[in-house]
C-alpha cells in the first residue's frame, strides 16, 4: 500500500520535474541556435568545424547526457528508441555550424570528440537500467524512417505506442525535429490451428476459411427407387412411411466431468444455451417423426426440451438412469402419425448382481401407425420402437451382453403378436460397440458363443490382448433367477400359459385309458381283492398306442441348445454399412480424443433371402418395414478438417442418425 502511495506521487512529481528541465535546456539551446547564421537542419549529423563556442557546446553536451540519465529513472514506460532519436535530433542542432562549411578541412575536430560523437549517434552507451525491471532487448537490424511528429490525442500521455502503430512521440521542442521510429513491419499472422491432440496424427484444417455447415455437409441417400431382391419397387401399394432419429446430445454434466476430452473446443460452443439452440434447429431441420435420444440431462429435459418438442409436435416419454445418475433416454413420437399402445421402460440394474449392478436403461414404445381416411378399411401393424444407452466400460463387454440380452428380451414381450411372431421393430441407441464385434454380430445374426470369451472382445473397442489377467465369460453368463433364458426371452412367455398347453378333448383322453402302459401291472403293488387284483381289458379296435402326430404336441416348445450360446429371434438389420460408399472409408459417429469410431446405430427388423447371404445388404428382402432412404456419415478426415466434435454447427460429440421407412398397408 505504502509503495503504491509512493508510484502515484512521485511519478507526477518526476515527470514534473522533467518537463521543467527539457524547458531550461530547450530555451538553451534556442539561445545556442540563434547565434548561428542559419538553423536549417541539412543531415543527420553535419559536423560543425571548431569555432569560438566549441567550449559551451561541448559543456552543453555533457549536461545533456548527464540530464538524459537521470531522465530514465523518472520514466516509466519511457521508449529508448525515442531517447535515441532526440539526442540524434540534438546533436545535429549542437553541432551543425553551416557558415563555415567550407573550413571544415582545416579545423579539425579532436579525437575524444569525434568519439564522443559516434558513441552518441550508434547509441552503444546502455541506458542505466531501473530497479527491478527487465533489461530492454535490442532490435536485431532495426529499419530507421523519418516521420513527421503526430499530435494525436490520444497518444498525448504516453510515452511509448503501442506495438504495430506508427512509433512517433510528442515532443514540445522546436517544429523542425524530426522523429525517429522504427519502420513498421508487418504484423506476423497467427499460425493456423491445428489438432490438439499429440500422438494421434495431425491434419491442417482446410487452407481457405470454409463454413461448418459446407465442411460437414451430410447428403441424402434415397433407397426408394431401387429395386429390391426380388425386382420390386418400394411402394407398388399402399405404405405407410415415416422418419426416426437416433442421437446422443451429450449430457451437460457429463461433458463438465470429463471436461479433458474437450479441450479443442472453444468454451462458448460447450455452453448449454448455444448447445440446445443449436440441438433444437437441427430437430427442427430433419423433423423426424419418431425422436430417441440418449444422454438426455433431467432437469434439462422437464424444462427446455420437452416443452420445445411439445411445440414441435410431439409426446415425449423419458426414463432417467437409476441411481444418482442424472441423465437417461427419450422417446418422442407426433400424435399425428402414431398412437401410443403402450410403453415399457427398462431397467437393467438387478440388486446383488454383479453382472448388472449399472445404472443404464432403455426404453421400448409400441406405436400404433395412424392411416390417412382417404385410404378406406386398410390397417398397418404396431412398430416397436426401442431406445437405450449400454455401458461405456470397455472391459465390461459381459455387462454389455446381459444388458442388451434384457432389453431383446423386453422388445420381444412388447412385440410379440397373438399367433407368436413379431410386429416390425427398430432398435437405436449408443450400444458402445463397434462394428463387426462380438456383440453387433450377435444383435443382427442372433447368435453369441460366448463361452471363454474375453470381456475386452465384446465390444471391440479397445484392445487389451496385452494384459496377463482378462476377464473371460462364463457359462451360463447369468443366473436363472434374472428371469431370461439363453433365447432373450422372458422365461414365463417362453412357454404357452395353461390353458393353451391342454388344450385335449375327452375322446383324445380317453385313448390312454386301454393303452398298453396302462394294462401292465405296476412292481411293487399291493394285491387289494376287487380293488387291484383285477386286469383292464382292452376293448375290440382300440389301439395300443396314441397317434404319433398327437405325441408331437407335448415336445417342447424350443429345441436343444448349446451351453454357452446366446441367441434371439428378431431378425435386425443395420441401417448403416459402415463404409462411405464414395471412397470406402469408415463411418464414424463419434469421435473420442480424436478417434473416429461408430457406436450408434439403427436396426431394423428383416427377412432373410433365401440364400440366406447376409453380408451384402442389398441381399436383404425387408419385412414389413422397408429401408427408403438415410442421411449419410461422415469420416474421420472430414471430421478433423472441422476440428472434431463438438464444433461450432454440431453441438454434440456424436452425429445424428437419420432414416426413412415404409411399412405395408394391408386391406382385412
Not at 616 to 633: A, E, H, M
Amino acid at each position: 500500500m505504502i509503495a503504491s502511495c509512493l508510484c502515484y506521487l512521485l511519478l507526477p512529481a518526476a515527470r514534473l520535474f522533467r518537463a521543467i528541465s527539457d524547458a531550461c535546456f530547450t530555451c538553451r539551446k534556442n539561445a545556442l541556435l540563434a547565434k548561428s547564421s542559419s538553423p536549417q537542419v541539412e543531415g543527420d549529423f553535419a559536423m560543425a568545424p571548431r569555432g569560438p563556442d566549441q567550449e559551451e557546446c561541448e559543456g552543453l553536451l555533457q549536461q545533456w547526457r548527464k540530464e538524459g540519465s537521470s531522465q530514465v529513472l523518472s520514466s516509466v514506460s519511457e521508449d529508448p528508441l525515442a531517447d535515441k532519436a532526440l539526442a540524434q535530433s540534438s546533436l545535429a542542432f549542437l553541432m551543425d555550424n553551416p557558415g563555415e562549411q567550407d573550413a571544415a578541412a582545416e579545423d579539425k575536430w579532436s579525437s575524444r570528440q569525434l568519439s564522443d560523437l559516434r558513441a552518441a549517434e550508434t547509441l552503444e552507451e546502455p541506458f542505466p537500467q531501473v530497479l527491478g525491471e527487465a533489461p530492454v532487448s535490442e532490435v536485431e537490424a532495426p529499419l530507421w524512417a523519418a516521420v513527421p511528429v503526430q499530435t494525436g490525442s490520444q497518444y498525448a500521455d504516453c510515452a511509448v505506442l503501442p506495438m504495430g502503430a506508427l512509433a512517433t512521440e510528442q515532443w514540445e521542442e522546436d517544429p523542425a525535429v524530426v522523429a525517429w521510429s522504427i519502420a513498421t513491419e508487418p504484423m506476423p499472422q497467427p499460425e493456423t490451428p491445428i489438432w490438439p491432440f499429440e500422438s494421434l496424427g495431425q491434419l491442417q484444417p482446410p487452407p481457405m476459411e470454409i463454413p461448418y455447415h459446407e465442411i460437414l455437409w451430410r447428403e441424402w441417400e434415397d433407397f426408394s427407387t431401387q429395386p429390391d431382391a426380388q425386382g420390386l419397387e418400394a411402394g407398388d401399394g399402399p405404405q405407410f412411411q415415416f422418419t426416426l432419429m437416433s442421437y446422443n446430445i451429450l449430457a451437460q454434466d457429463l461433458m463438465q466431468q470429463s471436461s479433458e476430452l474437450y479441450l479443442h473446443c472453444h468454451p462458448d460452443i460447450l455452453n448449454w444455451n448455444y448447445r440446445f439452440a443449436n440441438l433444437m434447429q437441427e430437430f427442427q431441420h430433419w423433423d423426424p417423426d419418431i425422436l430417441c435420444l440418449q444422454e438426455v440431462q433431467e432437469d434439462h429435459y422437464w424444462e427446455q426440451l420437452e416443452p420445445a418438442l411439445q411445440m414441435m409436435g410431439f409426446t415425449c416419454f423419458y426414463k432417467r438412469r437409476t441411481g444418482c445418475k442424472m441423465d437417461g433416454c427419450a422417446v418422442c413420437y407426433k400424435p399425428t402419425r402414431f398412437r401410443l399402445l403402450c410403453a415399457s421402460p427398462v431397467e437393467y440394474f438387478r440388486p446383488g448382481l454383479e453382472l448388472l449392478n449399472r445404472d443404464n436403461v432403455g426404453l421400448v414404445l409400441l406405436l400404433q401407425p395412424l392411416v390417412p381416411e382417404g385410404l378406406g378399411q386398410v390397417s398397418v401393424a404396431p412398430l416397436c420402437v426401442a431406445n437405450t444407452h449400454v455401458l461405456y466400460n470397455p472391459r465390461r463387454g459381459d455387462i454389455k451382453l446381459a444388458q442388451m440380452a434384457i432389453l431383446l428380451a423386453e422388445v420381444d414381450k412388447v412385440a410379440r403378436l397373438s399367433d407368436g411372431s413379431h410386429c416390425p421393430i427398430i432398435l437405436c441407441g449408443d450400444l458402445n460397440s463397434v462394428p463387426n464385434s462380438p456383440l453387433y454380430n450377435f444383435i443382427r445374426d442372433g447368435e453369441l458363443h460366448y463361452n471363454g470369451m474375453p470381456a475386452w472382445k465384446v465390444s471391440g473397442q479397445e484392445d487389451f490382448s496385452h494384459q496377463l489377467y482378462q476377464r473371460k465369460l462364463q457359462a451360463p453368463l447369468w443366473p436363472s433367477s434374472l428371469g431370461i433364458n439363453d433365447c432373450c426371452q422372458y422365461v414365463s412367455s417362453c412357454h404357452p400359459k395353461r390353458s393353451e398347453r391342454h388344450k385335449y378333448g375327452r375322446d383324445f383322453l380317453l385313448r390312454f385309458r386301454f393303452c398298453s402302459i396302462a394294462c401292465q401291472r405296476p412292481v411293487g403293488l399291493v394285491l387289494m381283492e376287487g380293488v387291484t387284483d383285477t386286469k383292464p381289458e382292452r376293448p375290440a379296435g382300440w389301439s395300443e398306442s396314441v397317434v404319433e402326430e398327437d405325441i408331437s404336441e407335448l415336445e417342447p416348445v424350443f429345441p436343444s441348445r448349446t451351453i454357452g450360446t446366446v441367441q434371439h429371434c428378431l431378425h435386425l438389420t443395420s441401417v448403416y454399412t459402415h463404409f462411405l460408399p464414395q471412397h470406402g472409408l469408415p463411418e464414424v459417429t463419434t469421435m473420442p480424443l480424436g478417434l473416429g469410431m461408430t457406436v450408434d446405430y439403427i436396426f431394423f427388423s428383416d427377412e432373410s433371402c433365401e440364400n440366406g447371404n447376409r453380408t451384402d445388404d442389398r441381399l436383404v428382402r425387408d419385412g414389413t418395414l422397408k429401408l427408403l432412404g438415410r442421411l449419410s456419415l461422415l469420416s474421420e478426415e472430414i471430421l478433423w478438417a472441422a476440428n472434431g466434435l463438438p464444433n461450432p454447427f454440431c453441438s454434440s460429440d456424436h452425429l445424428c442418425l437419420l432414416a426413412s421407412f415404409s411399412m405395408e398397408v394391408t386391406t382385412p
